[in-house]
């Protein structure tokens, strides 16, 4: 088996040198040559290329890719998976919320379907700190929307560690609609529509300090991505251009 990690970082200098020692320390003791880090440093100005590169040259498993055009996370992850060389290929948030030892959970537990995710919501899960309530009541309305619009019986699309096999997340990517704030969602929404199976496992994740998300301002955005991608998928795609419009005329893109 040979394995790939995908890790999306935009601006990243703090929060990532952490996290890639402790999974580069894990996966190349537990995996050694049959493990890869494919860190995707995307439209970042600051330091995160140079110290994933310090990183990278003590750890043959780490490879680090600079995208300087903005992709968002979506297009990172689709990037990093097609440099990706793995049977199976996940991806992980940079800033260490998901520890290596949760996250080698997914691989263990891999043979239990095409897709295994990770849940913060299931039974067994391991959260730390508990999340403010806006918080928890933003993401169980985000989660009864996803269930409405798209029919993903999942407690938790949004967590943001995924296994795949090679064969379905390739598949996949191709069909992919929208890559913004939607794109967990429509990443499931294909896999479901591929046929594949899909699995969720309790995780632990630990909050890390430096979050760039906005309660209120992230809730509008990524409820307008998801009706923007239920349209998608729908006879009102016509539509979307100029919706896309309206939105970024009264929501301008976040630096």
Known sequence: MKLSIVIPA?????????????????????YGSAAELIVVANFCADRTVEVAGDIAARYALVKVIEERERIGKGGAVMLGAQWATGDLIGFVDADGATPPQAFDELIENSHLADCVIASRWMKGSDIS????????LASRCFNLIVRILFGLRLTDTQCGAKLFRAEVIHSVLRNLGVTSWAFDVDLLFQTKRLGASICEIPTVWHDVAGSKIRIVRSSINMFVALVRLRMFYSPLRFMIPSLSRLIEKILPYEK
């Open 10 to 30: 935009h601006n990243e200098e703090q929060r990532l040198p952490p996290m890639l020692e402790a999974y580069g320390k894990y996966f190349s003791e537990k």
């Open 129 to 136: 700190p508990k999340q403010p309530l806006s918080r928890r």
